[in-house]
Each structure stands twice: as structure tokens, then as C-alpha cells.
T-cell receptor, first 116, second 111 residues
Framework: ETGVTQSPTHLIKTRGQQVTLRCSSQSGHNTVSWYQQALGQGPQFIFQYYREEENGRGNFPPRFSGLQFPNYSSELNVNALELDDSALYLC???????????????FGQGTRLTVV | GDSVTQMEGPVTLSEEACLTINCTYTATGYPSLFWYVQYPGEGLQLLLKATKADDKGSNKGFEATYRKETTSFHLEKGSVQVSDSAVYFCALTFTGNQFYFGTGTSLTVIP
């Protein structure tokens, strides 16, 4: 059983650029969530994907977008990067069965994004 | 709205000391409650969880009891080790769609 894997582990981008972060969910999981963790803070929910559709979104602007693929892996895209987007981005996978949402999530190691 | 409040750190303890990290929550219903741990440079690892009132989660010597009457889920360990040094996050979720995390409590255990 493989865990949640994210790539890249570190990334440096310039303000105004666009970035794509990737996540492979844990084997057998069908739901992926993304979180932003600023330095010294707890993770903040960005959005969740289930069946390749967005299934809930936190208080983040539209320049944060995502995709989920048929193999349940996911991407997080951020356009027009701002300095405040510098953070650890965490992906979490879980298993949803029908209408029963999972109550446990497994997190990846994260991608450390620095915007300069 | 739904939220989690954690005891602020940092916390520094000597090895074999007792640990308590306070966590209280605000929620409109009865969420599932979690403690996650984050070691330096790593992601979050699930430490323990409880899904209903009076449940006790436990793992690696850590325990936490879901107290509905005080809306609390305090993390405890009787004897900490240097290897327990990390940041601990309390969290809640209703549907699994969204987890609400506290701001984290940094623990340093010195030999």
C-alpha cells in the first residue's frame, strides 16, 4: 500500500507566475483535499475533489484551481502568484463510499512553495 | 463557525515529564476529533482520533478523550521522550470534506 505522495518537494517561483503542484492519493482512496499551511499556522482547507469534481471549497480566490484525474491523482494550480502564497501545500487523501464521507484523511509530505 | 482552539506553545519539557496539550472546539453538531503530529520538515501524521462523545483515542502512549460537555479533546501523555518533539495539531471534521485545524502546539523534549 503506497501512501500519499506529492511533487515537487520544494519550489521557488516569482510573483505573477503560475505553479502546478501534484499529488498521488493513497492506494484505494478516491478523494483528494488540498490545504495551505503558512509558517507557524495550522493547515487551511483550499478545496476537495471527488469523482473528478470540486466537492467543497474554502476561502480561497479563484486563482487557486484544481483537477482530479481518473486514477484519483490531483493537481493544484495557482495563477498570478503573490508573496503571501508562500506556504507548505499539503494534499490529503481519503475514501468516500457512496454518500458516506470519510472521517479520516492521510496527508502527504507537502510541497514547500516560496514566492519571491 | 466551526473552529478549534489549541493551547499556545511552545512547550518545553524534560524527558519523562507529563504532557497535556489543551484543545477545545466550537461546532454546530458532533464532529469527529483528531490529533495530528508534524515532525520538522514533514507533513501531518494521524496520531489518534475519536468519533463520538466519551470515546478515547490512543496511540504511542498518547491519549485524548472526546468530552462533549466541555467541548474538549485534550492530548495527554504520561512520560514524554525526546522523539516526541514535534508540532501537534488538534482538528475536527463533520463530513470528511473539510478539516478544521488549530494553530498547532510546538513541543520540545529535552534530555
Amino acid at each position: 500500500e503506497t501512501g500519499v505522495t506529492q511533487s515537487p518537494t520544494h519550489l521557488i517561483k516569482t510573483r505573477g507566475q503560475q505553479v502546478t503542484l501534484r499529488c498521488s492519493s493513497q492506494s484505494g482512496h478516491n478523494t483528494v483535499s488540498w490545504y495551505q499551511q503558512a509558517l507557524g499556522q495550522g493547515p487551511q482547507f483550499i478545496f476537495q475533489y471527488y469523482r473528478e469534481e470540486e466537492n467543497g471549497r474554502g476561502n480561497f480566490p479563484p486563482r487557486f484551481s484544481g483537477l482530479q484525474f481518473p486514477n484519483y491523482s490531483s493537481e493544484l494550480n495557482v495563477n498570478a502568484l503573490e508573496l503571501d502564497d508562500s506556504a507548505l501545500y499539503l494534499c490529503a487523501s481519503s475514501l468516500r463510499v457512496g454518500t458516506m464521507a470519510a472521517t479520516e484523511a492521510f496527508f502527504g509530505q507537502g510541497t514547500r512553495l516560496t514566492v519571491v | 463557525g466551526d473552529s478549534v482552539t489549541q493551547m499556545e506553545g511552545p512547550v518545553t519539557l524534560s524527558e519523562e515529564a507529563c504532557l497535556t496539550i489543551n484543545c477545545t472546539y466550537t461546532a454546530t453538531g458532533y464532529p469527529s476529533l483528531f490529533w495530528y503530529v508534524q515532525y520538522p520538515g514533514e507533513g501531518l501524521q494521524l496520531l489518534l482520533k475519536a468519533t463520538k462523545a466519551d470515546d478515547k483515542g490512543s496511540n504511542k502512549g498518547f491519549e485524548a478523550t472526546y468530552r462533549k460537555e466541555t467541548t474538549s479533546f485534550h492530548l495527554e501523555k504520561g512520560s514524554v521522550q525526546v522523539s516526541d518533539s514535534a508540532v501537534y495539531f488538534c482538528a475536527l471534521t463533520f463530513t470528511g470534506n473539510q478539516f478544521y485545524f488549530g494553530t498547532g502546539t510546538s513541543l520540545t523534549v529535552i534530555p
